[in-house]
């Protein structure tokens, strides 16, 4: 990976221009995205009352690969997160941590992966997860850009917290969860549905929101709604098929 200086804005002001935690997480995975050339996709994970969740996603592939995580409760994303050290997974196929998950990750096309850690050791610990195809993946990646970029996350979350009263900025990062949970559940059924997979199925439902002119969670709710459950009343998403 490649040590350089890096021009990168300001999130604080980003955190203070935005409407929302979530947009401002969004903003951060757009960004790392473009410090790793390597990398098809990336997100962001937090862990709230012990729950890990990915609540923001950019590219492709970040949140099926966190959910398998999530689903055996280990994995370089969870690792990162608990211990507040970086993750780097060089090549999936030779990685004989973390049980079924590498094996799980290569079948579905990631090679490589890296984790850094966001507001460690807080109740709002997190995670930014990068994955690549490539082998190693990172080598060209701008480390000193991620670095620079998961520590003034930290800084900005923390001042949202400290600026914000602590009941709006709850509700706000609940939402944020349960909308992606929401999205998560659409994407099962469309995947169950057409036999695809993830990236497909979101695909679908984009499509279809921009279509009609409607916001992708109001969409998805209407899906659930349709097929006779709704989103289940804690807002725990589906996993995605293997």
């Not at 999530?70 to 999936?92: I, N």
Request: proline letters at 7%.
């Amino acid at each position: 990976m490649t040590e350089q200086p890096s021009v990168l804005p300001d999130l604080t002001s980003v955190l203070l221009s935005t409407d929302s935690v979530e947009r401002f997480l969004q903003v951060l995975a757009d960004r790392a995205l473009t410090l790793a050339p390597a990398a098809q996709g990336a997100g962001i994970t937090l862990e709230r009352r012990g729950r890990p969740l990915t609540v923001v996603s950019s590219g492709t592939g970040a949140p099926e690969l966190d959910e398998a995580q999530y689903g055996q409760d280990d994995g370089p994303c969870l690792q990162a997160l608990r211990t507040g050290e970086e993750v780097d997974v060089g090549d999936m196929l030779d990685e004989p941590r973390w049980g079924p998950y590498p094996a799980y990750a290569a079948a579905r096309g990631t090679r490589s992966s890296l984790s850094l850690p966001i507001a460690a050791h807080t109740h709002t610990a997190g995670a930014l997860n990068l994955y690549s195809p490539k082998a190693p993946g990172f080598a060209d990646a701008d480390l000193t850009g991620l670095r620079s970029l998961a520590a003034q996350a930290t800084g900005a979350i923390a001042l949202a917290q400290r600026l914000a009263d602590a009941r709006e900025y709850a509700d706000d990062l609940r939402a944020a969860m349960e909308s992606r949970a929401v999205i998560d559940q659409a994407i099962g059924v469309i995947m169950g549905r057409r036999g695809c997979r993830a990236e497909e199925a979101f695909g679908l439902l984009r499509a279809a929101s921009q279509r009609r002119n409607v916001k992708l969670r109001d969409l998805c709710g209407e899906l659930l709604t349709s097929v006779g459950g709704g989103p289940p009343t804690d807002g725990r998403p589906l996993r995605p098929r293997p």
